[in-house]
């Protein structure tokens, strides 16, 4: 498979740092955006208006056109919402495609609501041709970190491990280093909990209980994370990864976490809405906090962080019974 051209689907912060990672190493990369005030802004600056001291590298070629976006590619990388893939699939590449197979990697995070499939079994749902040629990018990678050339470790996770060797050549390059892996069920369960679980850890931030009380909540939340993702049928082994445990620590304990954030405002006491207005950017976790607590009650696991999580974000309850769910039952009761 020779790879020449790579469509990347969102220039968000994300989408814009991997097509630039890409650019550098020499691959086209046409980057899709449908914010025209945001793909406009690139256009005339030539550089990400979120991003600092960075300049559009010149095999960059921006377009809001997903047909233009999509001609020759030869692999296809979604950063895009969560919300919007299937939608994006069915209505918008599906025509454009018309049965034609070309490796997608999802670098977007979240569960389905009421289905609890992950962002790849959407992609081959949606587009049956490409069955088991959809592949999970998740790990421990704040965008911001790389695009400064911060050393960042990626999994990348499919069925075809020759499809994912090859990947992953793409991608392998300083800053980044690719570690391939089959679990793609777990890799992609990983990804979603862990944002659930940041929101978590910013609740506790909010409330100011220091990093004692985070280290314990990510200590009890893995437990339940790893039972989730079993239940999935991921593997065990898979919460101990970077996609996992490695994924939560980064997420759950920096500043720069938009979900942590986004937890700190509900923690001081704000509204999903009032947090949401206040940390500006899609933070992933609010939209797979539903589907992780149904899966949860659905298999009858016993997941108290989860389910406080849920209670603080879906029904608006006082972010201190997240303390009470830790053992912490004297907390927040005056």
Not at 116 to 133: A, G, H, M, S, Y
Not at 190 to 197: A, F, P, Q, R, Y
Not at 202 to 224: C, H, P, R, S, Y
């Amino acid at each position: 498979m020779n790879i020449r051209k790579i469509t990347v689907f969102g220039a968000g912060i994300w989408g814009s740092v991997i097509a630039q990672h890409l650019a550098k190493k020499g691959f086209a990369v046409s980057l899709w955006e449908y914010n025209e005030t945001l793909l406009n802004a690139l256009k005339t600056m030539g550089r990400h208006p979120n991003i600092p001291n960075f300049k559009i590298h010149d095999n960059i070629h921006l377009t809001g056109d997903v047909t233009e976006a999509v001609a020759n590619t030869d692999l296809i990388v979604f950063v895009i919402s969560s919300k919007a893939i299937r939608l994006f699939c069915r209505e918008q590449l599906k025509p454009l495609l018309n049965g034609r197979i070309v490796p997608v990697v999802s670098a977007s995070k979240g569960i389905e609501d009421k289905s609890f499939k992950t962002i790849c079994e959407i992609v081959e749902e949606e587009l049956p041709q490409l069955k088991d040629n959809v592949l999970a990018f998740s790990g421990p990678s704040f965008a911001l970190e790389v695009a400064q050339n911060v050393p960042t470790k990626i999994m990348l996770a499919g069925a075809d491990d020759k499809l994912v060797a090859r990947v992953a050549e793409v991608f392998n390059g300083d800053p980044i280093i690719v570690v391939p892996a089959q679990d793609r069920r777990g890799v992609e369960y990983g990804g979603g909990i862990k944002n659930v679980l940041a929101i978590g850890c910013g609740v506790i931030d909010g409330i100011g209980d220091g990093a004692n009380a985070k280290a314990a909540l990510i200590t009890q939340a893995l437990q339940e994370m790893n039972d989730i993702l079993v239940s999935q049928g991921g593997q065990a082994g898979t919460v101990y990864s970077l996609a996992g445990f490695g994924d939560a620590i980064l997420t759950g304990m920096s500043a720069i976490s938009r979900n942590r954030r986004l937890g700190e405002k509900l923690g001081t006491g704000l509204s999903l809405e009032e947090a949401k207005k206040e940390v500006g950017t899609i933070a992933e976790g609010v939209n797979s906090v539903q589907s992780v607590y149904d899966i949860a009650r659905k298999n009858n696991l016993n997941t108290p962080i989860i389910d406080a999580i849920w209670q603080i974000v879906c029904q608006g309850k006082k972010p201190h019974v997240l303390l009470h769910a830790m053992g912490f039952v004297n907390r927040g009761n005056k």
